[in-house]
């Protein structure tokens, strides 16, 4: 008897716990459904998050492969047995992800303007169960490239849908849960380009959980926040970061106290105003998961140093380098410094490295050094001496972030979401390991790298967009001045694809810092490889072209045979004197050498007129050199050629009506012209008149 009595009081205490158990109902498509995966009801988000959630709640699946959310689209939800169910249930919480199947060209095309008012119905049916429930709605998974319909409309209708949702969640006051953001950078999880694996998943799962729940795990912030490093100094700077929701932030930096509060997201941002250049300082964030406090922060000037090998090419490589290991303990410049997991050398990589590329963890943790030997030594030679230049003329502490990666093609810089909708450069994404649109060279090294790997959809950081992916995003939230870039000998197979490119690239960018971001760049040097002359010259219309930005040349301090020139400390003060012109305005400052700006052909003469252009003469007191002229046939005789004034004169014998001219137009350039501040002429080739 006693027995029957505890399992009864047993039952009503388990029967009434059940009964305030929080009802959760997720519906939607095959995604919700978990179509594709093993192990379906275990792996499926719903019961991800069901077990995430923990026994106080009850997690039901309604999802409904190929259902719609239009209600005359090919496979209406509303229509469904799925719904109905949903409905029975009259969930607490409603998780609604729906839309991926209106993208399908039977729906969306002829039904688009009744998405929002039959979305609007939908979530109306769910509050007439359960008046006091709570709804999200979701920005939808990611359509990968790779989807058979992508570029015949499926990218465009997407995008679309994804503004109607978001423009739904603000008229119904509900909540709007982001599934794109962090399954978008990981297109290795969507085997079919559609569904998520169960890896993909249990991504959607622990972001519905932090919606439903708040918890984002507590206050965060990047990891580029760290002991020693350089603020950004000017009349604003945004501090940010992540924490639970609603949670109160505080922020203080010297006097100034400043806060603010986690968005329903989780994310934060406080403003510090009027920030000069000094320190050391404490900076404190406090919320109340927990205190994060750096110490010894400056303030001054942030730059980002990017690009390929010759950027990544450390002072102790280059000349003088044990002279800057030891010297540049004195400079006040500050390092963060990523360096690759794993190179890009001629190796296979193991099964760990794999794996951890896959994870977007390219790069080894990195925190923010002193200018101590071993890191001066190890860190990258142009930026070194960029910083170092750039500390001494402004008197201010300089912070250098270096992501360079040795053999990275620009493409693999540039975000996703840039390439999908530049319809140019989309077909760049598709079957990157075989694309000609990418380097031979680049590929190859790329297959030999993976040739181990298990997935068809393994990752390498020169498949385009990785690196902004693993690389540039990790540290978007922090402030910067601009950015200076050593890149181009991976895309100088093509000039004209590259032409494309580069200006995707610096917009890309800018999205994030701005659309004034300085952006300065090198341009390749002298080496025995043909295209390089064709790659210079564009480069140097490049920095035309796109604004806010200017090149360094470095043609004259190139090797015939080795691709990586050890005369590091020119480059990076070059690439300085731009910053110091043209963003800090220093006026008398000679931001660079002669550049070309026009030629008028007259009496059989050439008179060819330079920017940059005074005091002009020859670097080794010889006669100018490496001038030729071309007819209308567009045959380049070698010419000679004189200063004249501000301009340069040059003809030819055998070219009696020229009507072009070019200098340095050799893969290896002996090219000699300099103006009075000893910087060289860059390499060009003026259009046919």
């Not at 006051?173 to 982001?178: A, E, M, P, T």
Request: net charge neutral; proline share 5%; aromatic share 10%.
């Amino acid at each position: 008897m006693r027995l029957f009595i505890l399992v009864y009081v047993l039952s009503l205490f388990v029967e009434g716990a059940f009964a305030q158990r929080i009802k959760v109902a997720c519906v939607g498509n095959s995604v919700t459904y978990g179509y594709t995966l093993p192990e379906r009801e275990k792996n499926c988000y719903p019961a991800q998050l069901a077990r995430m959630l923990g026994d106080g709640y009850e997690v039901a699946n309604f999802g409904k492969s190929g259902a719609t959310l239009l209600n005359k689209g090919h496979r209406p939800y509303i229509w469904q047995p799925e719904f109905k169910k949903a409905l029975e249930f009259a969930g607490d919480r409603v998780i609604i992800h729906l839309g991926l199947n209106d993208t399908d060209p039977r729906n969306w095309p002829n039904y688009r303007d009744e998405f929002i008012s039959d979305y609007l119905a939908l979530i109306d049916s769910f509050r007439s169960v359960n008046p006091r429930c709570q709804i999200w709605i979701c920005r939808m998974s990611p359509i990968s490239h790779r989807h058979h319909r992508f570029k015949s409309g499926t990218r465009d209708w997407y995008e679309q849908i994804q503004h109607a949702i978001e423009k739904v969640a603000a008229d119904a006051r509900v909540g709007l849960i982001d599934l794109q953001e962090e399954l978008y950078c990981r297109p290795e999880l969507l085997p079919d380009a559609l569904h998520p694996d169960a890896e993909g998943t249990s991504i959607l799962a622990r972001t519905v959980y932090s919606a439903i729940t708040g918890d984002f795990g507590g206050l965060q912030m990047s990891p580029v926040y760290s002991d020693h490093m350089v603020l950004q100094r000017g009349p604003e700077l945004k501090i940010s970061g992540r924490a639970d929701a609603g949670e109160k932030v505080m922020v203080q930096l010297g006097k100034q106290r400043r806060g603010g509060e986690a968005d329903a997201a989780g994310r934060w941002e406080v403003t510090l105003k009027d920030l000069r250049a000094g320190g050391p300082y404490e900076l404190k964030v406090s919320a109340s998961s927990r205190e994060l406090i750096f110490k010894d922060v400056l303030v001054g000037e942030v730059w980002i140093c990017s690009g390929q090998s010759n950027m990544a090419f450390m002072i102790k490589q280059s000349a003088r380098g044990k002279y800057w290991r030891e010297k540049g303990t004195e400079v006040q410049v500050r390092l963060f410094d990523m360096k690759p997991r794993v190179y890009t050398d001629a190796v296979a990589w193991d099964s760990a490295a794999l794996a951890a590329v896959n994870r977007l963890e390219y790069y080894l943790p990195a925190s923010w050094s002193l200018p101590e030997e071993d890191r001066v030594a190890d860190f990258s030679a142009v930026a070194f001496h960029f910083g170092r230049m750039l500390s001494d003329s402004l008197k201010v502490p300089v912070g250098l972030i270096c992501n360079a990666v040795g053999g990275a093609p620009a493409e693999a810089f540039i975000d996703r979401h840039s390439l999908e909708f530049n319809h140019q450069l989309v077909d760049i994404l598709y079957d990157w390991k075989n694309n000609d649109m990418l380097q031979d060279w680049v590929r190859g090294r790329a297959a030999l790298n993976i040739q181990n790997a298990r997935t068809a959809l393994q990752r390498h950081p020169y498949e385009p967009c990785y690196l902004y992916e693993a690389g540039v995003r990790p540290v978007a939230g922090f402030p910067i001045r601009g950015v200076i870039w050593y890149q181009g000998e991976s895309n100088a197979h093509n000039v004209e694809l590259h032409e494309a490119i580069f200006p995707v690239l610096v917009e890309s960018w800018r999205n994030i810092w701005g659309k004034e971001m300085p952006f300065y760049f090198v341009q390749l040097s002298s080496l025995n490889r043909p295209s390089w002359p064709h790659f210079r010259d564009s480069q140097r219309r490049l920095a035309e072209l796109v604004e806010h930005s200017g090149i360094a040349v470095t043609s004259d301090i190139g090797h015939p045979t080795d691709v990586h020139p050890v005369q590091k400390q020119e480059v990076g003060e070059r690439l300085a004197r731009l910053a110091l012109k043209d963003t800090y305005h220093f006026g008398h400052v000679v931001k660079a050498g002669p550049m070309f700006t026009g030629v008028e052909f007259k009496k059989g003469m050439a008179y060819v007129s330079f920017e940059n252009a005074e005091g002009m003469k020859t670097a080794d007191g010889e006669p100018l050199r490496s001038f030729e002229l071309a007819g209308k046939e567009g045959i380049f005789y070698p010419a000679r050629a004189e200063v004249a004034g501000d301009v340069i004169r040059v003809y030819a014998p055998q070219v009696k009506n020229p009507c072009e001219v070019r200098y340095g137009w050799q893969a290896y350039s002996t090219g000699n012209l300099i103006n009075g501040e000893g910087l060289p002429a860059s390499t060009f080739r003026s259009e046919e008149k």
